[in-house]
């Protein structure tokens, strides 16, 4: 929502060398719907979490599966449908709160379950600073790109992003940050 924030240079791109992608919404939730994934804003609200729907959730689901685990022989396949629909809730609540530290960040996130992406679209695996993560590949449509904002740090000319873009049949709007910046 916001695509020119000092505080998003610093944190996320590489010292103010980044670039910030400004996506049409509508697009956005269209890839969304037809590849199995859920479009959603952050909320921040974090230190409410104990008493919000993602405690009582996560509590409810994880208790029932103690119980079926614990009581009866030490392992299970499957969980019930209902079961699993819960688990779905609850952990996307998971993903959909941060601390309000992060507000200013307006963040949103594209969100999908594994089980189900390897299902429809075949989830792929790689490996991070933090382990193994899924990703699901999406093709995006070229005109779902709106602008392209460099940091104020970034090193290549404004001319140069315009061409690679227009080499790839993107249009979009390019514009160097207005940040000032002392890194």
Known sequence: ??????????????????LCITFDFEMLKDLAQRNFLRLIKVGYDYPT???SSFNKNMHSCYNQNAVRYFGGTGA??????DL????HRAIEELYHNKNPAFREES?????GFTETLNEKLGAEY??????FSSFTRVRLPKNAIKMVT???NHPTERRTIERILHSCDISADVRRSGASYRG
Do not use: V
Request: aromatic share 8%.
């Open 1 to 18: 929502e916001k695509r020119d924030l000092l505080s998003q240079w610093r944190g996320y791109a590489e010292n103010g060398s980044g």
């Open 49 to 51: 979490i104990g008493n």
């Open 76 to 81: 299970f396949t499957t969980l019930d449908c």
């Open 84 to 87: 699993q629909n819960l688990d």
């Open 107 to 111: 963040e949103w996130r594209l969100l």
């Open 126 to 131: 790689r490996h991070g600073p933090n382990g």
């Open 150 to 152: 460099m940091g104020p």
